[in-house]
């Protein structure tokens, strides 16, 4: 199905491994020119330079921390000068750690605020002169921020703030034309799965499988679908919106 996105451009952060690289080649198949980023360089990062030049398309992947507002501030830049405008923003990469609340640092409460809120909030911010007529903005969250997670009370506190601020951000922005919303993610089949133990890896598959109306984890396939959804006219009636890809997890 052609989505009309051909020759849109689009800027994910955190698109090299995971959900946001579902994401990225997803775009890049539907004919979208794909900027992305990443914090530290791997074999990740080269594997995808090879599969989106064997895409085809004007795609470029920069290294960026996005919790240095210095280096968002360049990235958009970059963004400027190598496409002149957006028609789409996802606000993918993100920070997560496990810590028993009493216990949790403030340096490691600042460092998941800052990756996972502030860093979204610049992005969109630096994007705003650059984002064309009708550009989409999304951002993934998380099912967390509705049921919360023991030892993820910084995390969850970040993905319930992306539903404020997008809700707030589509109302401000609406008879502009700029669409902002978000994707509240069930567990999802990614690499950080595979890199566990095999046993531990088949207990939270089966764990998390079970919780779920469909009996199974979602895919970056899956999740990149509703991104080009939301990116396409099909969904230009679509903002505020917190739109779950969870497979019906409880």
């Known amino acids: 199905m052609d989505l009309g996105l ?113 860093a979204a909030h610049l992005v969109i911010q630096h994007a705003l002169p650059i984002l064309s007529e009708g550009a989409s903005v999304v951002s993934i969250g998380s099912k967390s921020s509705e049921v919360g997670i023991p030892r993820r009370a910084h995390y969850t506190a970040t993905k319930a703030a992306l539903r404020g601020l997008t809700r707030s951000l589509a109302k401000e922005f609406g008879l502009t034309g700029l669409r902002f919303n978000v994707l509240a993610l069930g567990v999802i089949e990614t690499e950080a799965l595979d890199a566990m133990p095999s046993e531990q890896a088949a207990m939270m598959r089966k764990r998390y499988s079970e919780k779920t109306a469909l009996g199974r984890l979602g895919t970056p396939d899956e999740v990149a679908g509703a991104v080009l959804w939301l990116a396409s006219d099909l969904a230009r009636y679509v903002t505020g919106a917190t739109i779950h890809v969870d497979g019906g997890i409880s």
Do not use: M
């Open 6 to 118: 051909k020759g849109k451009k689009a800027l994910v952060t955190g698109g090299v491994r995971g959900v946001g690289r579902g994401i990225v080649l997803a775009l890049a198949n539907a004919g979208v020119d794909v900027i992305t980023c990443y914090r530290q360089d791997s074999e990740l990062v080269s594997s995808l330079e090879r599969e989106l030049k064997e895409t085809g398309g004007e795609h470029h992947v920069i290294r960026a921390d996005i919790a240095d507002p210095e280096q968002i501030e360049t990235l958009l830049g970059e963004c400027r000068t190598r496409f002149g405008h957006l028609d789409l923003v996802v606000n993918n990469a993100g920070a997560i750690s496990h810590v028993p609340y009493g216990e949790l640092p403030l340096d490691e409460w600042r460092r998941v605020i800052d990756t996972n809120l502030t």
